[in-house]
């Protein structure tokens, strides 16, 4: 099997070290914004505070860069991925036995993280070549397009003035307006829901009820062995979403991330930032898809700008009035302008496929991107027994993983002239 190529260079990004502050706290405004509805739907469903997950998103990015270098412009925030075992603790056995449980989580990417180091990056990567990783891709985005739709179809007049809004703003925008486009479609489709009487009256009243400034609810963590039995498990699984997540990111900028800072440094970065989050009482920390999809249509990769964004989300955790202003968003509006974010996401997984000049006369090559993307949307779970523990391979880490060994066992295809000769 032959190595991947090194990612093809991305556009030119736009001089974001050369942008004055002022652009630079938009940017990061607008990336708070893309991550602000996931990060705070995750607590709500397990029963953690929505303010701690705030906080600790903020807290867990920071962290992430500073331990990988200051050079990946990945946000993390709310795992889906541990939604059911984080419910489940929490109902049973309580907050502080579900943050000890997600703390051993991310002990486990320290584990993976020195496995890594022992056996090389570039064995993992070799397993992640571009008839892999942009199919993977286009799964990530297409995979949360039902996410947006459902979030659209509640009103779709909204949705739409704000996806036009967006669009208009990043083709036919100049200076910041071309730069901001998902916060311009915000901003319009708030606006036009105001106007429309479709902002929720109760929302509105907790925005005038509610304190500007407030410390979040902190729980300290417990050491259960049952929560850990039940929670730290799904790491196996995130542990692939992490690599996937990581090669987009760094697909969209156009650097091989796996390659430096390294994997073993991201993997490192992500299990301690993880901690810090679960030590705070916050649900477990991952990379955002939502944030990647703004570098891809904004073009401005400064990692600067997603360190902005988590100080953002940092104050939206200690003032409930912003948080509440954020939480009255019609899900119209989010859902307009996550059709355009995950779109850009799926069409980086194409842009992948096509610069490796992926041969589809070739029934291998086929195969391997029909089983990616049929297992990966098709809704396909595979049960997983681990240590007594019930998982559940789907979506992108189900589609990584039927890839990774599709392509490992198939046969490399021979040429279309020897098979014709015989």
Same mark, same amino acid.
């Given at each position: 099997m032959t190595q991947p190529p090194a990612p093809a260079s991305a556009p030119a990004p736009h001089p974001s070290a050369e942008l004055p502050l002022t652009r630079k706290l938009m940017l990061?405004? !607008?990336?708070?914004? @893309?991550?602000?509805?996931?990060? %705070?739907?995750? /607590?709500? #469903?397990?029963?953690l505070p929505p303010s701690v997950a705030l906080f600790a998103a903020g807290v867990a990015t920071l962290i992430f860069h500073a331990l990988s270098g200051w050079r990946v412009p990945i946000f993390l925030g709310s795992s889906f991925a541990f939604i059911a075992p984080t419910a489940l603790v929490v109902k049973e056995l309580g907050v502080g036995a579900a943050a000890g449980g997600l703390i051993a989580a991310g002990a486990m990417y320290l584990l993976f993280s020195a496995l890594v180091s022992v056996f090389g990056t570039r064995r993992i990567m070799g397993i992640f070549p571009p008839i892999v990783t942009g199919p993977v891709i286009m799964v990530i985005g297409l995979g949360l397009s039902h996410v947006a739709v459902d979030q659209a179809k509640t009103n779709w007049p909204l949705a739409l003035i704000t996806l036009l809004a967006a669009v208009v703003a990043s083709i036919y925008g100049r200076g910041l307006f071309r730069m901001i486009?998902?916060?311009?479609?915000?901003?319009?489709?708030?606006?036009? @829901?105001? @106007?429309?009487?479709?902002?929720?009256?109760?929302?509105? !009243?907790?925005i005038r009820g509610a304190a500007w400034l407030g410390l979040p609810a902190f729980h300290a963590p417990e050491l259960?062995? !049952? $929560?850990? $039995?039940?929670? $730290? /498990? %799904? @790491?196996?699984?995130?542990?692939?979403?992490?690599?996937?997540?990581?090669? %987009? &990111?760094? *697909?969209?900028?156009? !650097? &091989?991330?796996?390659?430096? /800072?390294?994997?073993? *440094?991201? #993997?490192?970065?992500?299990?301690?930032?993880n901690m810090t989050s679960a030590a705070m009482g916050g649900p477990a920390a991952t990379t955002y898809a939502e944030n990647t999809g703004v570098l891809a249509l904004t073009k401005v990769y400064d990692p600067a700008i997603i360190r902005i964004a988590a100080a953002f989300a940092i104050l939206f955790g200690c003032s409930p009035k912003l948080a509440a202003v954020l939480q009255s968003f019609p899900a119209a509006v989010l859902g307009g302008v996550s059709i355009l974010l995950f779109g850009m996401i799926a069409s980086v997984g194409i842009r992948t496929l096509s610069e490796a000049q992926i041969d589809f006369a070739h029934s291998r090559n086929l195969i391997v991107v029909s089983l990616i993307l049929v297992l990966g949307l098709g809704g396909a779970a595979f049960p997983v027994h681990v240590g007594g523990t019930d998982l559940e391979l789907s979506g992108m880490a189900l589609a990584a993983l039927v890839g990774i060994v599709a392509n490992l066992l198939l046969p490399a295809q021979r040429e279309e002239a020897e098979a014709v000769g015989h």
């Open positions: 990061g405004v !607008q990336h708070s914004i @893309a991550m602000f509805g996931a990060t %705070v739907l995750v /607590p709500i #469903l397990v029963g486009p998902i916060l311009v479609g915000i901003l319009t489709g708030y606006a036009a @829901a105001l @106007a429309l009487g479709a902002v929720d009256s109760a929302a509105l !009243q907790n259960n062995w !049952q $929560a850990v $039995a039940i929670i $730290a /498990p %799904v @790491a196996i699984v995130t542990f692939i979403e992490h690599i996937g997540d990581v090669v %987009v &990111n760094g *697909r969209v900028v156009g !650097q &091989n991330f796996l390659e430096k /800072p390294g994997l073993s *440094r991201t #993997l490192f970065a992500d299990g301690i930032a």
